[in-house]
Nanobody, 125 residues
Framework: VQLQASGGGLVQAGGSLRLSCAAS????????VGWFRQAPGKEREFVSV????????DYTDSVKGRFTISRDRAKNTVYLQMNSLKPEDTAVYYC???????????????????WGQGTQVTVSS
């Protein structure tokens, strides 16, 4: 499966952006689809994941209440709605997918088989 991430940009603190992760090649089916981010000089970190089949979600604590992950079955696309953005949210955001849901959790980048290209999110203060 090929993943195409889009929707990044420059926004002021407190603003919103919606990232999209579109899949081609096959449908997400029973996949887990997640978002990670990497700021300059920092390691890639987990942001959120959704289980395609059930809609179950997980978020890292720093984005809970501000970010919402969702899916559109018809478009085979996963979204990350980001509200109340902060300067510390600035990073390159990556979407990733695993062809089967890992019961033990999917917060590690090693849990994923497929990666899209990154999309830059910059939040100015």
């Amino acid at each position: 499966v090929q993943l195409q991430a889009s929707g990044g940009g420059l926004v002021q603190a407190g603003g919103s952006l919606r990232l999209s992760c579109a899949a081609s090649g096959r449908s997400f089916s029973n996949y887990g689809v997640g978002w990670f981010r990497q700021a300059p000089g920092k390691e890639r970190e987990f942001v959120s994941v959704i289980r395609w089949a059930t809609g179950m979600t997980d978020y890292t604590d720093s984005v809970k209440g501000r970010f919402t992950i969702s899916r559109d079955r018809a478009k085979n696309t996963v979204y990350l709605q980001m509200n109340s953005l902060k300067p510390e949210d600035t990073a390159v955001y990556y979407c990733a997918a695993r062809s089967s849901w890992r019961v033990g959790g999917m917060r590690s980048s090693y849990d994923y088989d497929y990666w899209g290209q990154g999309t830059q999110v910059t939040v100015s203060s």
